[in-house]
């Protein structure tokens, strides 16, 4: 059988680390390479602690079905899903349990393949029709990135409207004054929804409390780079510029950096620019973007406990809601220091 020393030695690290990161302790202080390094070489050398082996087998969860709000290419081009599923699909594998993967298509997900799971993983978004045909076909059911309007599933996700006044907050502070939003408005089955997404709303009720709300210096579009790109060039064209935008995640931060370089413009002196999700390309584009890191993996990771506690017996539903943070960087001005206590 192969031993935790036997793994600590081919990754590097002691024992204890790798125990810790086997057991999925959130309290370690770890690299996320070597995390995942040490997940890997343990599967690799086929080791399975005793928490892998016992616990999903006891309480019965052996398949989980990922019912995904994308399509295949959708989620391909936007790293923070693929970490959200690299999250749900690791712990899995942890634990010994089959995934099986359903994407978004145009007809709802087959009713026997979400009956043949012991529980149904939804990532993302889904309209009142979806979420209904789920529940009907599996009582086990856990919303990641998404909280349906009831409070009678459970669901885990960031308080995306939170994170918006943070980051707005911060950038004033820093001494941004016109700050524009570049984001989209969520469309399912084709049908606009009648709120723009939840990072624009915090956005306008932000402006309109500090008195400063533009209404032609919040644009919404496509959630692609493409949609940044072209939200930017609109909003940066007039004479009376904003110093600063803020879009709605890093694939459109990358369109704009384009069209901020294409028109001539330096980042961050004529143009600050901030976004959500972290993505690994952030920290490495020119300038390094500012940007609100979303724990994509953790989600994924607490939506498969959330599912064993409801497979051990927890009646009462449970909503988490995981913290963000900002990552500051070089696409806006310096944070002024903080004052002493």
């Known amino acids: ?60 969860l052996s398949k989980v079905a990922l019912v995904h709000y994308l399509r295949p290419d959708q989620e391909l081009v936007d790293p923070y899903y693929v970490g959200l599923r690299l999250g749900i699909e690791t712990r899995c594998q942890a634990l010994k349990i089959e995934t099986i993967k359903v994407y978004h298509t145009d007809s709802l997900p087959e009713a026997s393949l979400l009956r043949s799971a012991s529980g149904i993983i939804a990532i993302g978004r889904h309209d009142d029709n979806e979420i209904a045909w789920l529940r009907k076909h599996n009582r086990n059911l856990v919303f990641a990135d998404f909280s349906p309007p009831t409070d009678e599933i459970d669901s885990v996700e960031s308080d995306l409207m ?47 409390e500090k ?19 072209k939200l930017t060039r609109q909003l940066l064209s007039g004479t009376d510029r904003p110093d600063a935008l803020v879009t709605a995640n890093d694939n459109m931060a990358v369109g704009a950096y384009r069209a901020a370089h294409e028109m001539g413009l330096r980042i961050p002196d004529d ?71």
């Open 271 to 341: 143009i600050a620019i901030a976004s959500f999700n972290d993505i690994s390309v952030a920290q490495f584009m020119n300038p390094p973007l500012t940007t609100v890191h979303l724990a994509a993996e953790e989600i994924g990771e607490n939506a498969v406990e959330l599912l064993l506690e409801r497979m051990s017996g927890r009646e009462l539903p449970k909503r988490v809601t995981l913290a963000t943070s900002l990552r500051w960087r070089g696409s806006t001005r310096p944070l002024p220091p903080e004052s002493p206590n």
């Open 1 to 60: 059988m192969v031993t935790l020393k036997e793994i600590a030695k081919a990754v590097g690290v002691s024992p204890a680390t790798v125990s810790r990161v086997l057991n999925f302790d959130q309290t370690l202080s770890v690299t996320a390479k070597t995390r995942q390094a040490i997940i890997e070489t343990a599967e690799a050398m086929k080791y399975e602690t005793p928490r892998a082996r016992n616990r999903a087998y006891q309480q019965g």
């Open 162 to 208: 939170l994170a918006t006044r943070k980051l707005l907050q911060s950038l004033w502070q820093a001494g941004h004054r016109r700050i524009a939003f570049a984001g989209w408005v969520d469309v399912y089955d084709g049908v606009a929804a009648k709120l723009p997404e939840r990072r624009c709303r915090a956005y306008i009720e932000w402006a309109k």
């Open 211 to 229: 008195g400063v709300f533009e209404e032609h210096l919040c644009l919404t579009g496509s959630k692609t780079e493409e949609g940044g790109y």
